[in-house]
């Protein structure tokens, strides 16, 4: 019913393989981003996109997501918005280009989702870069995010970086970032009150059925509950109307 699609860099699919056409089902297919989720979106299963950088040519899967093929759900880690942090990151540093970004993919595909996971405290890290940071997440709007604090990881480069920020000041951004995030996201999601969804049960109990909707990856996201709705089916996908919504999560009446 659901297939997560996950690698380091999803959106470099066929780079090491320079492109070259395989066989699929007895049809030719390049190993590319877009044919690979052309040909994914067959199967009629819900198809998640997951760790996909913002390169140019994504813009060319977002039609699919449209067109219902795949679904309209991106997890882009974007990690931070200060081009100076970027750097000391070694990422990409063109926070404007993502917010362009973002607002052309929201064009074309109305219902995207778009998750992303950030670090705060990274080393260097200093006030200006983490307002940066807060003024990037109001304008993007993002629908799901996760925050951690930098630590160090035996062997990586950042272990080397000058001027560490103070873990207490690292958990104090931590608890800034979420807080706006959090009314991010029940911003969002009461918008989704009264909208119809399609619905996958994950779970059913004596109270009644829990799923996802298509803006819902499991485990990392949130949960729709459908009280009442005993005779489903784990696996099944159903119709429902949001009732009510929270910073996290969902409820819903079945159609």
């Known amino acids: 019913q659901e297939l997560l ?36 979106g067959s199967l009629g299963a819900w198809v998640r996109l997951h760790y996909v950088y913002p390169y140019p040519h994504v813009d060319d899967v977002i039609p699919l997501m449209a067109d219902g093929k795949i679904l309209p759900y991106l997890d882009i880690p974007f ?41 705060v405290g ?35 480069r950042a272990n080397a970086l000058p001027d560490h920020v103070d873990p207490e000041i690292a958990e104090e951004r931590l608890e800034r970032f979420m807080n706006v995030q959090a009314r991010i996201s029940e911003e969002r999601l009461a918008k989704k009150v009264g909208k119809d969804i399609e619905i996958l049960i994950d779970e059913v109990t004596d109270e009644g059925a829990v799923g996802r909707s298509a803006a819902d990856a499991p485990e990392i996201d949130g949960l729709v509950f459908i009280d009442g709705a005993t005779s489903l089916k784990p696996g099944q996908r159903v119709k429902g109307r949001v009732t009510d919504s929270d910073e996290h999560d969902l409820w819903a009446e079945l159609l």
């Not at 470099?12 to 690979?36: E, I, N």
């Not at 942090?85 to 219902?111: F, G, Q, S, V, Y």
């Open 122 to 156: 990274f080393p260097g890290e200093t006030d200006d870069d983490f307002e940066q940071l807060l003024d990037w997440l109001e304008e993007a709007q993002l629908d799901r995010v996760g925050c951690f604090t930098y630590s160090p990881v035996e062997g990586a």
């Open 79 to 119: 990690q931070h918005a200060s081009p100076r942090i970027l750097e000391l990151m070694k990422r990409p540093a063109h926070a404007e280009n993502t917010l362009a970004r973002i607002k052309r993919w929201r064009e074309m595909c109305p219902d995207i989702t778009l998750r992303s996971t950030f670090i």
């Open 5 to 40: 699609v996950i690698s380091q860099d999803t959106s470099a699919y066929g780079v090491d393989l320079k492109y070259q056409t395989g066989f699929w089902q007895g049809m030719p297919v390049k190993a590319k981003m877009l044919d690979m989720c052309n040909a994914l």
